[in-house]
């Protein structure tokens, strides 16, 4: 199965799951503007809390065997392909083109990385 499948199944598992639970009960996607911006924090709220765990070096508190990172991760995951599936987005067919485009960007090169005001962290 290529990328782009294998995360529009993500899509659709995570989106099902997501309206299966009653999470989309009474919300208009379209129709009210707070919505978008309102999951869109929930995603970012994983991400600092992906961020809190790898900083203080923490076991997740729900599935104890595994790295707090890594939960919230897959929580942000979780929620990225509830919104798209909401959306009717094709996010695999954007990460297919975005990592070729990427694969090809002079930035993105280990050179880049290193030189002087380059990609680095």
Same mark, same amino acid.
């Given at each position: 199965?290529?990328?782009?499948?294998?995360?529009?199944?993500?899509?659709?598992?995570? $989106?099902?799951?997501?309206?299966?639970?009653?999470?989309?009960?009474?919300?208009?996607?379209?129709?009210?503007?707070?919505?978008?911006?309102?999951?869109?924090?929930?995603?970012?709220?994983?991400?600092? &809390?992906?961020?809190?765990? $790898?900083?203080?070096?923490?076991?997740?508190?729900?599935?104890? $065997?595994?790295?707090?990172?890594?939960? &919230?991760?897959?929580?942000?995951?979780?929620?990225?392909?509830?919104?798209?599936?909401?959306?009717?987005?094709?996010?695999?067919?954007?990460? &297919? &083109?975005?990592?070729?485009?990427?694969?090809?960007?002079?930035?993105?090169?280990?050179?880049?990385?290193?030189?002087?005001?380059?990609?680095?962290?």
């Amino acid at each position: 199965m290529e990328l782009k499948s294998k995360i529009n199944a993500v899509v659709s598992a995570a $989106h099902g799951a997501s309206t299966a639970a009653g999470w989309w009960a009474n919300t208009d996607i379209h129709g009210d503007r707070h919505v978008v911006p309102a999951k869109l924090c929930l995603i970012h709220s994983e991400i600092s &809390e992906a961020m809190e765990g $790898h900083r203080k070096g923490l076991m997740d508190d729900k599935l104890p $065997h595994r790295p707090m990172i890594e939960v &919230e991760l897959a929580d942000a995951l979780i929620r990225i392909a509830d919104l798209a599936g909401a959306l009717g987005l094709d996010l695999g067919g954007a990460v &297919e &083109e975005k990592m070729a485009f990427n694969a090809q960007r002079a930035d993105h090169k280990p050179a880049a990385r290193a030189a002087a005001g380059g990609k680095s962290y």
